[in-house]
């Protein structure tokens, strides 16, 4: 069973950082593509940042130059490093897998969420 647990969210002011951590078990860590999303309240998930096994990065536009994903694969973990936080970053950030062997759109697996709130 794969699980991944979310850590590092938390209460902020605007213009401050936040590192979200995502450590997962259960698995095959280095063959994941991962991705970090968010739902905010009364919006639709949407992705923020996404890392494939071969570390090429994509990130949304709104965070793009302020956010920052990474991996440890030696550590099965994955990061996502917020800088310039603003209070339209508020919101639950879920991290979740890719697994190519499943296959299928979309992720496979999914942490219970961290909740990110940012004051003006």
């Known amino acids: 069973q794969v699980q991944l647990v979310e850590s590092g969210g938390g209460l902020v002011q605007a213009g401050g950082s936040l590192r979200l951590s995502c450590a997962t078990s259960?698995?095959?860590?280095?063959?994941?593509?991962m991705g970090w999303l968010r739902q905010a309240p009364g919006k639709e998930r949407e992705s923020v940042a996404r890392?494939?096994?071969?570390?090429?990065?994509a990130y949304a536009d709104s965070v793009k130059g302020r956010f920052t994903i990474s991996r440890d694969n030696a550590k099965n973990t994955v990061y996502l490093q917020m800088n310039s936080l603003k209070p339209e970053d508020t919101a639950v950030y879920y991290c979740?897998?890719?697994?190519?062997?499943?296959?299928?759109?979309?992720?496979?697996?999914w942490g219970q969420g961290t909740q990110v709130t940012v004051s003006s």
């Open positions: 259960g698995g095959t860590f280095s063959r994941y593509s």
């Open positions: 979740a897998a890719d697994d190519p062997v499943v296959g299928g759109r979309g992720y496979d697996y």
């Open positions: 890392i494939t096994r071969s570390t090429t990065t």
